[in-house]
């Protein structure tokens, strides 16, 4: 086995000095959440216990972390939903050509560029106009949906330019309607892609602040509760809360990518099945 070369080390050692400075911060917020009844807000750290993770679920003296963390949560799930039903819907038109076509696609785009707090603030202004009421589950949902539809986008079309249009012409063969090509053809295919879509929509909703600030209404989300605390919280229960939020939000991404691992396992051996058969 030849030695690795020292540009390997600088490399590898820029790389982890990379992971630390991405990953560092987060670490430190959850071993300070772990300090005792006096800790701080800075380290050295007093004691080691679970206080402040026992403190979240009292009655609190200020904010209202649960009902935020319930609106965002179901914040969350409208805007992955929907995302995840308009990318495929846009990724199957956009399959063909269609006057205008270009100019849609760089419309959808544009909204990635746009400073996310004037996406926010146009929003706010739009339904203000309107005469409707500024809510996190409309004006809020709405304002998200520029957040994440692009990306759902993105990714549609990514799959549907490499999808095989045969099994779709083997299935009209087998006198399939175009619904039922779509329904037990296209998505059972693209099925791990819509899930990578549904994550997305999910993650990048539950921790948006930006486009929620001027949109949420009189209710926080839970980013806009959690701003809100670091001006009049001075113990570790923010910690604690951050430590939370993130190990709910690695949760959520193992469970979409075990779905995206069962889905795989289950139509490799399906796969393997149908090889047996024909043999």
């Known amino acids: 086995m030849e030695p690795r070369s020292r540009s390997f080390y600088v490399l590898a050692g820029f790389f982890g000095l990379f992971l630390l400075f991405l990953y560092g911060p ?10 005792g009844p006096q800790g701080g807000l800075t380290f050295p750290m007093r004691g080691t216990s679970l206080h402040w993770f026992r403190d979240l ?56 560029v746009i400073p996310s707090i004037l996406i926010s603030l146009g929003v706010g202004l739009i339904f203000s106009q309107l005469g409707l009421p500024i809510h996190w589950a409309s004006s809020g949902f709405g304002s998200q949906l520029t957040w994440t539809l692009p990306f759902g986008l993105l990714i549609m079309f990514a799959v549907f330019n490499r999808f095989d249009k045969s099994y779709e012409e083997a299935a009209r063969d087998q006198g399939a309607s175009n619904w039922q090509t779509i329904r037990h053809v296209i998505l059972p295919i693209i099925a791990p892609s819509l899930i990578g879509v549904a994550l997305f929509g999910f993650t990048l909703s539950y921790d948006e602040f930006a486009r929620t600030l001027l949109t949420a209404g009189s209710y926080n989300t839970l980013p806009l509760e959690i701003y809100g605390m670091t001006t009049n919280v001075t113990t570790p229960v923010i910690f604690a809360l951050g430590t939370l939020t993130t190990a709910f939000s690695l949760v959520i991404i193992a469970v979409f990518l075990l779905t995206v691992w069962g889905l795989n396992r289950r139509r490799a051996r399906q796969g393997s099945d149908a090889g047996k058969g024909m043999v």
């Open 57 to 112: 679920f009292e009655q609190q003296a200020v904010g209202d972390i649960w009902g935020s963390f319930r609106r965002s949560l179901a914040l969350g799930l409208m805007v992955m939903v929907t995302t995840v039903v308009v990318s495929v819907m846009g990724g199957l038109a956009f399959r063909k050509r269609f006057a205008g076509n270009a100019v849609l696609f760089y419309l959808v785009i544009t909204a990635l």
């Open 26 to 35: 987060t670490f430190t917020i959850a071993i300070l959440s772990f300090q």
